[in-house]
Structure formats: structure tokens, C-alpha cells
């Protein structure tokens, strides 16, 4: 009869702890920059010159087209070699932001693309400027449009922290490892692991669609 021993494994809280707060961690400062990526990308392919488009679109491809953890390596293994050695953690937090950069470029996009031509109209016709018109009247109700798909990408993101692991930066994926390497409880490890991550993703999804209306759209109404 297979006995389970998850008390093994729960004894080993304090790298469970660490390897949590490592993944949110990263994951709280991955979302505002790349946030703050898509927008700018999202402008770009919106707004910007033939040069610029076509520029902000190779970065969205070459992101989109490739695994996140050839990204990660390219980063870490692969940046060295131009002169830049980065920490196992910036190394993860450059790679996640530049990937949720891109796919929020595309996100963001869409929205912007399905607001209404005489949003856009009405705007210059009150003389504002192009910055002001994408800032204060396009952007915002296209963030309300796309958030649900954007919370998405973000759990996605989230969850991309088990790669990091690989790397060694000291994330969830990389403490259940550790404590299956000392005690040899596979499961109970992957088990408490997989436990874990499913909460955290069910909490960030609810408190990103709950705060994203009422904090960021200036609306207590859901998208």
C-alpha cells in the first residue's frame, strides 16, 4: 500500500515561503513594466511612423514565435557573451517582462483597433494632441475592453516563473525540487507545488478582474 508523507514535505515551509514569495515577487514586477511595454508597443503599431510599426512588430513576432524558456536562456546564457551578466532573478525578470510585453502589445491592439472612428474624430475635434487623445480618451476604454484577456496573459506570466527555475532563481518550481532532492517525496512535493500555484492563480485572476475596473478604469463596473 503506497503511504503519502506530505508531513515531509510541509516541514519545509520556510523554502516553500521563500520560493513564494520569490514568484510573486517577480511576477508583481514583471506586470507594471510589461504593462507599461504593451502600452507604449500598443501605441506604436496604433500611432507611430512605418519605422517604428514594422520595429515594434519584429519584437512582437520574434516574442510571440519563440519559447519563453529560449527567451529566458537567451537572456541569461546568452547575453554574457555581449559583455552583460545578469542575476538568475533580473535575467527572469527581463525575460518576463519582455514576453508579457509582446503579447500585451497584441492585446492592447485589439482593443484600440475596435474603438469607434468617431471616438477618435470627436477627440481631435476637441484640439487635442495626438499624446492626449491616445492617452486620455483611447486608452482607458480600450484597457476596460481587453482586461479579461490581459488577466489572462497575466496568470500566464505567473505561471511562467516554474521555468525560472531552470536558471536557479529560487521560485516555487525550484523549492519543491529542493525538497524532493532531500527527501525523495516526489509526489507530496509536486503535489503541495501544483496545490500551490493553483490558489495563487485563482487569486490573481479574481483580485486583477476585481481591482482592474474599479482601480485602473475609473469604473466600478466589470468589463
Known amino acids: 500500500m503506497i503511504e503519502f508523507d506530505f508531513g ?14 520569490w514568484t510573486v515577487g517577480l511576477t508583481v ?30 519584437y512582437v513576432e520574434l ?5 519563453f ?6 537572456v ?7 559583455g552583460v551578466k545578469l542575476s538568475p532573478e533580473a535575467a527572469s525578470l527581463i525575460a518576463m517582462t519582455l514576453n508579457l510585453g509582446a503579447y500585451g502589445t497584441e492585446i492592447l491592439r485589439a482593443g484600440i483597433q475596435a474603438a469607434p472612428k468617431g471616438q477618435w474624430e470627436a477627440a481631435q475635434s476637441l484640439a487635442l494632441g495626438p499624446t492626449q487623445v491616445f492617452t486620455r480618451v483611447i486608452l482607458p476604454p480600450a484597457f476596460k475592453r481587453v482586461w479579461p484577456a490581459m488577466t489572462s496573459q497575466i496568470v500566464i506570466v505567473m505561471l511562467g516563473t516554474a521555468v525560472c527555475g531552470q536558471i536557479s532563481t529560487e521560485e516555487l518550481s525550484y523549492a519543491a525540487n529542493l525538497i524532493h532532492s532531500r527527501n525523495f517525496r516526489a509526489f507530496e512535493a509536486t503535489f503541495v507545488a501544483l496545490a ?12 486583477l478582474l476585481w481591482a482592474g475596473p474599479k482601480w485602473f478604469f475609473g469604473s466600478g463596473r466589470r468589463p
Do not use: D, H, K, M
Open 76 to 82: 541569461f546564457f546568452g547575453l554574457p557573451a555581449l
Open 29 to 58: 514586477i514583471a506586470v507594471p513594466l510589461g504593462l507599461l511595454i504593451a502600452t507604449l508597443g500598443a501605441w506604436a503599431r496604433a500611432c507611430g511612423s512605418t519605422a517604428l510599426r514594422r520595429g515594434v512588430g519584429v
Open 196 to 207: 500551490i500555484y493553483l490558489a495563487l492563480s485563482l487569486i490573481t485572476r479574481r483580485l
Open 8 to 21: 515531509a514535505v510541509l516541514a519545509e515551509w520556510p523554502l516553500l515561503l521563500r520560493g513564494l514569495a
Open 63 to 67: 516574442l510571440r514565435n519563440t519559447p
Open 69 to 74: 524558456i529560449v527567451q529566458l536562456f537567451f
